[in-house]
């Protein structure tokens, strides 16, 4: 009998078991009580401790398979959230950088674009900007014309496009093929970088019918009658010469020239004035990096003397620097636009150029321009082509739109750009107006 309940019992513990022996009849049942009744309480004991192990092994397998499915949801909605995080710094990063595109497009100027609004988006096409250029003749200096133009077109923040024709040289037939092809682009203006000879070949041999711009010469070096859409932006040395010859009439004049374009330009200029200079010398490089050795031969001219340089900057900052070993010095050092250049800062001392005037047409620029003119290399303050060029842009871009603000002050009279030439000095590191 006693083997009977102890088998029962060892029966009773599984898992199945248990579960029939909970969905029995109350405990008071006769049948159940009996068996419990007559346990040894070893037995009794042994039992009890196994019920109390199934019963906790049952509640953590129903608690495990409650929670199941809420940890699947739970790891769902945190795997739903992320997905959804990720996908939203996704989409804000992509904002971001749409955001960051449109300003670049806007050429990074959410500081000055206010001015900009004053310029309204025409509904017509882009303003189309064509440069005619000579690589050949004037070298890497196309990169500074092209960047300087481009400066301008992006300061405004409009729509444009721009292109660049090479022609190689300024014979007839090169500039007529290349225009053609500006022709059949339909450009609103064109930009020619070309020579007084350069400007000749291009009105024997084009007919100019689209506005074109030459910032390298003045109109008043071409003897001939030009054509109603050919304008000119360069500045007058005739003008500046002018404006020189007051501080030339209490002494007399001593003129260097060079070999250059300009520098023979300018000394046949000069000549016009029939100013009977008591001395005039070419000076090539070789004269300029050894001038002390020719102080002796030069010198007795300048005592109370004007001396008028009509040399590259380069050479006249050399000229500047060795001439004060003279005991006898000019009386006054003049020049046009040619020396208004920093090179004149770094090769001279300031007590080298203490009686040193220049004349100066270059105006100032925008601010919102000459930042975007620095970032690509241009210089609108030194550089005289870079500037009347900028003034071209902006001459063509009134012909194409209207009331926007200008950048420049400079007018175009009768096909030529108008300055405002005004006498610099120097103080110890920059150029300042004479009083």
Not at 359 to 365: D, H, Y
Not at 386 to 404: D, P
Request: aromatic fraction near 12%; include cysteine; hydrophobic fraction near 35%.
């Amino acid at each position: 009998m006693k083997k009977s309940r102890f088998t029962y019992f060892t029966h009773f513990a599984p898992l199945t078991h248990f579960a029939h022996f909970t969905q029995l009849a109350p405990f008071r049942h006769s049948t159940l009580f009996a068996h419990f009744t007559h346990f040894k309480p070893k037995n009794f004991l042994y039992a009890f401790f196994c019920i109390l192990i199934l019963l906790a092994f049952t509640g953590c397998a129903l608690n495990s398979s409650k929670k199941r499915p809420i940890r699947a949801a739970l790891q769902q909605a945190q795997q739903a959230q992320t997905q959804q995080q990720t996908t939203k710094s996704a989409k804000q990063a992509k904002s971001a950088q749409i955001a960051q595109n449109q300003q670049i497009q806007e050429a990074l100027s959410d500081d000055y674009y206010e001015d900009d609004k004053i310029l309204k988006k025409s509904k017509r096409s882009a303003f189309k900007v064509a440069l005619l250029i000579p690589k050949q003749l004037v070298g890497r200096y196309s990169v500074n014309i092209s960047n300087t133009i481009l400066a301008y077109l992006i300061a405004r923040g409009i729509d444009y496009e721009f292109e660049m024709f090479d022609s190689v040289d300024e014979s007839s037939r090169n500039l007529k093929t290349h225009y053609d092809r500006i022709k059949q682009g339909n450009f609103h203006l064109v930009i020619a970088i070309l020579s007084q000879q350069g400007v000749e070949n291009l009105i024997d041999s084009v007919w100019i019918s689209y506005p074109t711009y030459v910032p390298t010469i003045n109109k008043e070096r071409i003897a001939r009658s030009t054509p109603r859409n050919l304008y000119f932006g360069g500045i007058s040395y005739k003008e500046q010469l002018d404006m020189l010859l007051p501080l030339m009439r209490d002494a007399r004049v001593v003129e260097y020239g060079d070999d250059s374009q300009i520098g023979l330009y300018l000394t046949n200029l000069f000549n016009t004035y029939n100013l009977n200079p008591t001395r005039q010398r070419t000076i090539n490089n070789q004269d300029a990096s050894n001038f002390t050795r020719m102080l002796p031969q030069e010198a007795p001219y300048f005592a109370g003397q004007n001396l008028l340089l009509n040399t590259s900057a380069s050479k006249s900052g050399l000229l500047l620097s060795q001439i004060r070993y003279s005991a006898r010095a000019p009386k006054r050092f003049l020049s046009t636009q040619v020396n208004f250049n920093p090179t004149i800062l770094q090769l001279s001392m300031p007590s080298s150029r203490r009686n040193f005037f220049v004349v100066n047409a270059i105006g100032e620029s925008d601010k919102k321009l000459n930042e975007y003119a620095t970032l690509l290399n241009s210089d609108l303050q030194y550089d005289w082509v870079s500037y009347a060029t900028c003034i071209g842009v902006e001459f063509g871009l009134s012909l194409y739109e209207r009331g926007f603000k200008r950048y420049f002050e400079e007018s175009m009279q009768s096909n030529q750009i108008q300055y405002k030439n005004r006498i610099f000095t120097t103080n110890e590191s920059a150029f300042i107006p004479a009083q």
